[in-house]
């Protein structure tokens, strides 16, 4: 039993990309790879600049993410070791999915050499995990309300007044969350570990941080999009938020082929061509080069530790 639910969700990302390869190869039959280079060479400096700038400002705000949960926890630990470990987590889960290679196993190896108990370890994880989630949950409730017809692009059956319905609902859930932190709700206490509420200044910085990744993220497709035909940066948004949740539930590696697919059927008034040009700038500013950087952070800290720990032994 414990054999086969080891494949299962590795199972579920290969059937993922399957479909999605497969759906994605009916949408583009009448799409030529020089199309697809001639879009790609008409990306100007300027937008590779911005996206550059939108690929930072989105892997600094998942070293935030760490920050914000240490802080809750009551550790100090150093801005740069933070980063380090924040970037080669959230590169490797990205690329690999969480299924393959937790983000957990780099936190738990990184902050445990700097004395954090393991359910401290799984606190962080978590607190990093709900603020992702609660992020997504305020820039979806945002793009609904800004831009309720977003929700033709994805499913044309569902009434225009439920996007705006949950959009407020949404609001008001997070609303509760704020509430709760003013109130001051007691802490759960379990047999490994205490789980705190978080203070309202933690809370505070939560839902400004919490966007910015996803901002980021959405922003390097948005300036790799050429003008003509852009529906703008919210919906934009919108259709990021809806394929990045998609790859994540799919457990397909670095959501492969499933944000193409979801991008290709949400933007029909764009060519395609250009679509997959803006995605795969965003693949390699944003999966591949942080990727082959983290596997250089992880060899040379398991270097060193490996170093540290045959010097103890030969004292």
């Known amino acids: 039993m414990k054999r086969a639910s080891r494949y299962f969700w590795p199972v579920i990302g290969l059937a993922a990309i399957l479909l999605s390869v497969n759906?994605?190869?009916h949408e583009l039959r009448g799409l030529s790879l020089d199309e697809f280079v001639a879009s790609f060479q008409a990306i100007s400096l300027e937008s590779w600049l911005l996206a550059i700038g939108s690929t930072l400002v989105a892997y600094a705000a998942l070293a935030a993410y760490d920050r914000l949960a240490l802080d809750h926890l009551g550790h100090r630990i150093s801005l740069w070791f933070i980063t380090i470990c924040s970037f080669t987590t959230y590169a490797l889960s990205h690329n690999l999915g969480a299924s393959?290679?937790?983000g957990a196993v780099v936190r738990y190896r990184a902050y445990r050499s700097k004395g954090l108990t393991p359910g401290e370890v799984g606190v962080l994880v978590a607190f990093c995990s709900f603020t992702f989630t609660l992020g997504t949950l305020m820039l979806s409730a945002v793009v609904l309300l800004l831009k309720p017809d977003i929700i033709e692009r994805f499913a044309e059956f569902l009434?225009?007044?439920?996007s705006l319905t949950t959009g407020v609902l949404i609001l008001a859930l997070i609303g509760l969350y704020v509430l709760g932190s003013m109130v001051g709700l007691r802490p759960l206490r379990t047999r490994w570990f205490q789980l705190y509420y978080p203070r309202p200044r933690i809370v505070v910085r939560q839902l400004i941080i919490a966007p910015l990744e996803l901002l980021g993220a959405a922003g390097i497709i948005y300036f790799a999009l050429p003008e003509v035909g852009n529906p703008g940066y919210v919906v934009i948004l919108g259709i990021f938020l809806a394929s990045f949740s998609a790859a994540l539930l799919s457990h397909a590696p670095g959501g492969l082929g499933v944000l193409e697919l979801v991008f290709i059927a949400a933007l029909p008034e764009m060519d395609p061509a250009d679509v997959l040009a803006a995605l795969a700038i965003f693949?390699?500013?944003?999966l591949v080069i942080p990727f082959a950087m983290a596997l250089v952070v992880?060899?040379?800290?398991?270097h060193s530790r490996f170093q540290e720990q045959r010097n103890e032994l030969g004292s």
């Open 100 to 102: 393959v290679f937790s």
């Open 159 to 162: 009434p225009l007044e439920m």
């Open 283 to 286: 693949r390699l500013l944003y």
């Open 23 to 25: 759906a994605l190869y």
């Open 298 to 302: 992880i060899f040379i800290f398991e």
